[in-house]
């Protein structure tokens, strides 16, 4: 499994100093962002085949006895959002290459997407070598949740849903940042695909006690009483084409980080999945799972 590389190699292509994304460009500005989307396509073209390489060898684990499942399970839920990641770089290429009056704030979301996809392929090589405990330290969720934002490119993606985020002020909390970044990209993502064309997103930071607790809502059509209990089991989904993984994989990030998370939803009226974690506290360096009071969803 050869994925030993790292996108960070076209960052200084994709990288711009212009101030006005609305400018008139050279014609060797236009050559050197061709040639930049050419490189990055050529990337993207490379990074797809690996995941479909890891898929087949996938399949092929799965029929041996013996194998790790949470293993498996956890390249699984890797590949599932690398896979939405380089869709999302392969997006803003395009749009790029057909309109370049948008090129420079297209060009940010793309290296927000590429940092996170640089993320998304460490995880991918820690879980194929080993199972090894998430390391927990002090984050700042409101940087996260800006960061998950602007890579998600909701604008492109999803125009016809405002965003709304109030989390100003919020204490750190305790977590594993690049699995904090997993769960909130793939809340959104869940939420945006519930409102298929127009809707709101919000996302809520507040805190209670010694905890924060990071809401994420939309207004959907919400999820049906009998199937409240499924949403977080692998494999369950009720969108045609989908792998069933994404809210599967926050579960299961959150519990390994020592989180909770829960949901609450009436047919007709959205959904809300809320995020528990505790606060940082001043020395927070440490590794492994705390146990908490609170009922989180099974």
Not at 139 to 147: P, S
Not at 165 to 180: D, G, M
Request: net charge neutral; with cysteine; proline share 5%.
């Amino acid at each position: 499994m050869p994925l030993t590389g790292s996108i960070r190699s076209i960052e200084p292509a994709l990288g711009s100093n212009e101030t006005n994304p609305i400018q008139r460009h050279t014609e060797a500005d236009l050559l050197r962002l061709l040639t930049d989307l050419r490189r990055a396509r050529a990337l993207l073209a490379k990074y797809k085949a690996q995941v479909h390489e890891l898929r087949c060898e996938l399949r092929a684990r799965e029929q041996l006895s013996g194998q790790d499942s949470a293993t498996q399970e956890a390249i699984q839920g890797i590949t599932h959002d690398l896979a939405n990641m380089i869709e999302t770089i392969g997006t803003a290429a395009v749009m790029i290459s057909g309109d370049t009056s948008q090129s420079t704030p297209l060009q940010q979301s793309m290296e927000a997407a590429i940092d996170q996809t640089d993320s998304l392929l460490e995880a991918l090589r820690q879980a194929s070598s080993s199972n090894s405990l998430l390391p927990l330290e002090a984050v700042d969720a409101g940087n996260i949740i800006e960061e998950v934002i602007q890579s998600a490119m909701l604008s492109v993606h999803a125009p016809g849903i405002r965003v709304n985020v109030q989390t100003e002020h919020l204490p750190k909390i305790l977590c594993h940042a690049p699995s904090f970044n997993r769960c909130l990209h793939n809340l959104i993502w869940n939420a945006v695909q519930a409102m298929p064309t127009t809707g709101r997103l919000d996302i809520t930071g507040w805190q209670k006690g010694n905890e924060i607790f990071i809401e994420v809502s939309d207004t959907g059509p919400g999820i049906p009483a009998d199937m409240k209990t499924k949403v977080f089991s692998a494999r369950f989904t009720t969108k045609r084409g989908h792998q069933g993984l994404g809210l599967y994989v926050v579960r299961s990030l959150v519990k390994r980080m020592g989180g909770q998370i829960a949901v609450s939803s009436q047919p007709g009226q959205g959904a809300v999945f809320s995020l528990i974690f505790p606060i940082a506290k001043v020395e927070p360096i440490r590794q492994g799972v705390k146990k908490h009071n609170l009922m989180e969803a099974k």
